[in-house]
């Protein structure tokens, strides 16, 4: 007779067309039961109205039905609860990263993800003052502007370069502002006024391209400037680039530190660490010494903790970090006696102590970060 072992290694041929995986391995299948020749299979869809219900069905019943001895084969279909399509999604997630298509990204690069819950709380300054400061210290830098709509790179910066192919290798050649390899759409569109008026899908398509077409060199940190929220390119990250991990930006503001915390959670949802919180626009400093908490205070420290990670800096709201930015001469590359400029150049040495090159890294301290991130996934965020 027919064994319960061996149904569930017949539906391990059973596939999600959609998610991709089998039903076995994604927790679709409830229940198994052999009685004599009749086996009884249940089945856990996303929804009862699946599009997909009737092959599944079908393909569970060619399957089993082919096991020796098996005469009869019923499916119990049901819909998940949400906890199921909860775990369900976690699998897929990070079966998707597992088997990602390789990039030009080389595996041992450091990938740093600046990201925010929302816009306006100074993310891309922070993408690019920590590059340079990278930078500074010694490493090989790439920037990804992944901020499709709302590019603000390449002023920032300082570059009017065009993004070409090279010749010879058909690949993009990235721009090289203060010594840091860059793409961002801004540098592809006719100018920096033109609104692009692209939907999810070829948003999705734009981040793949700046990773699998670009000619990268041997980066040691590659930092990506994300778009706020919890979209289509952070979920297109975190499949593409499996070594991605995260730097939460926030201001003090209890309401910005709220919003953060969504961006926190799909990122734990996606497998991809979190290295610390960096509060920005954290104070501001008058001529004769007061410090002003414009913004409010303790959000950083308030987000940081309630994520179980640290906080590796808090930037204070200065005039010359908002002209270095418009002038594209940034204040860790203009002024680094600033203030906010050596605070950018202590985040960055944190990072790299928290992330360090890949060939410093042992094998050991891979598996500690590795079991400290399965912890914080089972934190709630």
Not at 19 to 45: D, K, P
Not at 259 to 287: L, Q, W
Request: aromatic share 4%; with cysteine; net charge negative.
């Amino acid at each position: 007779m027919t064994t319960v072992e061996q149904v569930y290694e017949a539906l391990k041929r059973v596939v999600d067309p959609e998610l991709g995986g089998n039903i076995v391995e994604l927790g679709m299948v409830t229940s198994v039961e052999v009685e004599a020749s009749h086996v009884t299979v249940g089945i856990a869809l996303t929804i009862a109205e699946c599009p997909m219900r009737g092959q599944i069905e079908g393909d569970t019943v060619r399957k089993v039905r082919g096991l020796p001895g098996v005469d009869n084969v019923t499916v119990h279909t049901t819909a998940m609860t949400k906890a199921q399509r909860a775990d369900l999604m976690s699998v897929a997630r990070r079966k998707a990263r597992d088997t990602a298509a390789p990039t030009r990204i080389h595996p041992t690069t450091r990938v740093i993800a600046v990201s925010s819950g929302k816009g306006g709380v100074g993310k891309s300054s922070v993408s690019v003052n920590l590059a340079l400061a990278l930078s500074h210290m010694g490493f090989s830098v790439g920037l990804l502007d992944a901020d499709i709509w709302g590019f603000s790179v390449p002023r920032m910066l300082g570059s009017s370069d065009r993004l070409e192919a090279d010749d010879d290798t058909k690949l993009i050649v990235p721009a090289r502002p203060h010594g840091i390899e860059m793409v961002s759409t801004g540098l592809i569109i006719e100018s920096e006024e033109t609104a692009l008026m692209w939907r999810g899908l070829m948003l999705s398509k734009a981040l793949e391209q700046f990773l699998t077409q670009v000619a990268w060199g041997d980066l040691g940190y590659l930092v990506i400037d994300m778009p706020p929220g919890t979209g289509d390119v952070q979920m297109a990250l975190a499949r593409l680039l499996p070594q991605a991990e995260m730097v939460v930006v926030t201001t003090p503001q209890k309401a910005a530190q709220k919003v953060a915390v969504r961006v926190a959670d799909m990122a734990r949802r996606s497998f991809m660490p979190i290295v610390g919180v960096i509060e920005n626009m954290a104070g501001f400093t008058c001529d004769h010494g007061e410090t002003y908490e414009l913004f409010g205070a303790g959000g950083g420290l308030e987000l940081s903790e309630r994520l179980n990670v640290p906080l590796i800096g808090r930037v204070p709201l200065d005039a010359a970090v908002v002209m270095g930015g418009d002038t594209g001469t940034p204040i860790v590359a203009s002024d680094p006696n600033n203030p906010a400029a050596i605070e950018f150049s202590s985040i960055a040495a944190q990072i790299v102590g928290l992330v360090p090159p890949a060939e410093d890294e042992t094998c050991t301290g891979r598996i500690a970060k590795l079991v400290e991130a399965l912890e914080a996934m089972e934190q709630p965020a």
